[in-house]
């Protein structure tokens, strides 16, 4: 299975995530909260392929930093 540290590649200066068929930046798309303290699902998409990666945050809710 493939996750989405996997496709880390740098763009601008900034790590970002990458389309693994185009190779262009894979962007957050959706963010649905979980209850419990458990960690955040999170789906990015590829415009261009219309690839679309969900995977669970790896901290759990309120440990992460501000993300812009």
Not at 22 to 49: A, D, H
Request: charged share 25%; proline share 7%.
């Amino acid at each position: 299975m493939m996750a989405i540290r996997d496709l880390m590649r740098e763009v601008g200066g900034q790590l970002q995530p990458a389309c693994p068929s185009c190779g262009k930046p894979l962007r957050v798309t959706r963010i649905t909260p979980r209850s419990s303290g458990r960690t955040n699902l999170r789906t990015y998409g590829c415009q261009q392929c219309g690839v679309w990666l969900t995977e669970a945050a790896d901290e759990p809710i309120g440990r992460r930093g501000r993300h812009c």
